[in-house]
């Protein structure tokens, strides 16, 4: 059995499944290492071989979805939550050369995994939509027509469109983006603020119990369920900021419907979808006629099998 | 000879080009009724006429660039600008009938100028790029791949993208759209307002001067030129809006180029353009690459031109 392996790198893990005749037969996952880039490069190596071990068959071709730069020859570079991957490092070479000179095809991470729910998710019946992945930042990938929209490499970069001039400060620097409310690094920096100016939270105490040091999404989800008004506060102005910066999406791009995934959209879940798509209808150009809004099929699974979808698996 | 007539139909005038071996070879413009549909239907098939009277040859086919909402057999509705064009009117079929017969392609106004510039103006040498006329209101045209965007319907409304919460009321009711600040009448609105409220300004003296009954794109020209103070201050706000719509959808797509028209983009021309690409260009995500910022070869009749192109002229 042929087997193309998908891989999702990120700065916390590295998710690989292992994919014949378009499902997933295999998946594995390891932590990233948190020292350099050789050390990652292998790691993801010994991810593809745990995945491929699940299935009988043969690795013929890897896909890696990653964050940063890419360049056409598989290189990645400034990818600023990977460990040495802001220098640039032969990722696609590197694992083709492990794995005997297997075709390897990197693309960008958030466009992997709206090609993975464009074809084998919740996009299936849709030829144009907006996969918006809410997890540590805010990204976008965009398919129109069919097809993935890459633009000169940087297109979908819906987490860093203007929802409020002179708004509060994102994490590429600017202020007022989508991700500066929405993006589960921004939420927790803005409540760490709020604390220090004297705001009363559950939200560090939850945290702590949990054993985390910083507030995952599943943090914010047990604080919001506390009741925490801080918290409560924080995600009502994720929600608007999505609302408006996914309204101002669609009023330029007429889109069939749009995937809310990631990290944090996929922990919130339905309710969360439906608060967002109720926040975006008023604001849209036409109102009666708004995109479809679903929650991702794949969960955190959508970038590693749209990797292997890029693949060619 | 076989010519194409191209019509862009808007609130004040009908403009019309006859258009062979894709060379424009004629060209005539009316003033719209201000009356009711019919008027304004036999008004169009006037300029048609006249245009193509400009060169020996026959019509054997029209394109007609409308605002509104346009169903597919031609029908127009929702145009609030035309008179009678709040209902639904068959503008395709009668001016066909007028043609005895000749096949009448009927598409939105903004796609056709974009069209327009794409095809036959300064958009050439691309296959990406939006088209932003800013005239009474701000309209876009998105051309992806080398083809128009139509999404649904409605794709291209970036005008009524928000870029400030809560901010100015756009001529649509909501707030803090483009239109709300670089829109030509939401300009003119605000500045009357402002004078109301008692700043000094000599727009509405030069708009008497001038024997004008709304402020014009050669009265807020001629204003700054005088260095009228609330004049500038509002344009600057026109720059900054666009800047901001218009990196939200850089970000957004990562286009090759746009190129900046309407009454108002063509009137204050190529420094105007220029300050909005300096404003715009800092809030890209890729800032060392932004899209090359044009303006139109074919100014006022993009979009007649468009609208001949799209008939297939």
Redesign the interface.
């Known amino acids: 059995m042929d087997l193309t392996i998908g891989v999702d790198l990120g700065g916390t893990k590295v998710q690989a499944v292992a994919v014949a005749n378009q499902r997933v037969v295999g998946e594995a996952r390891r932590p990233t290492p948190q020292t350099d880039a050789t050390a990652v490069v292998d790691e993801i190596v010994a991810t593809v071989k745990e995945a491929a071990s699940a299935a009988p068959g043969k690795v013929v071709r890897i896909g890696i979805g990653t964050p940063g730069t890419i360049t056409g020859d598989g290189h990645v570079s400034k990818a600023t939550n990977v460990p040495g991957f802001m220098e640039d490092v032969p990722l696609g070479p590197s694992v083709s050369k492990a794995f005997g000179g297997v075709p390897v095809a990197v693309d960008n991470d958030v466009r992997a995994a709206a090609m993975g729910e464009f074809h084998r998710g919740a996009g299936r019946p849709y030829r ?1 939509l907006l996969g918006v992945f809410v997890g540590t930042g805010v990204g ?1 990938g ?1 398919i ?2 069919g ?1 993935v ?10 987490g ?6 002179g ?1 509060r400060q994102c994490s ?1 620097g ?1 202020r007022g983006h989508v991700e500066a409310y929405a993006g589960r690094m921004c939420i927790e920096l803005a409540a760490r603020r709020k604390q220090a100016e004297g705001a009363d939270t559950v939200l560090f105490e939850i945290m702590k119990r949990k054993g985390r040091d910083r507030v995952t999404s599943s943090v914010i989800a047990d604080a919001l369920e506390r009741g925490d008004a801080l918290t409560h506060a924080l995600i009502d102005k994720a929600v608007e900021a999505l609302a ?1 910066g996914l ?3 669609q ?6 419907a749009m995937i809310v995934g990631g990290g944090l959209g996929d922990r919130l879940g339905a309710p969360f979808i439906r608060r967002i798509a109720d926040a975006m209808t008023p ?1 849209l ?2 109102p009666e ?1 708004p995109p479809v809004m679903l929650a991702t099929q794949l969960g955190d699974l959508s970038g590693a099998v749209g990797a292997a979808v890029i693949a060619g698996g």
């Open positions: 144009d976008g965009l129109l027509g097809t929209r890459r633009g000169r490499g940087s297109a979908g970069e819906i860093h469109t203007s929802v409020k001039q708004g590429c600017q408006i309204a101002n999406v009023n330029t791009l007429d889109l069939e604001r150009r036409v006629h």
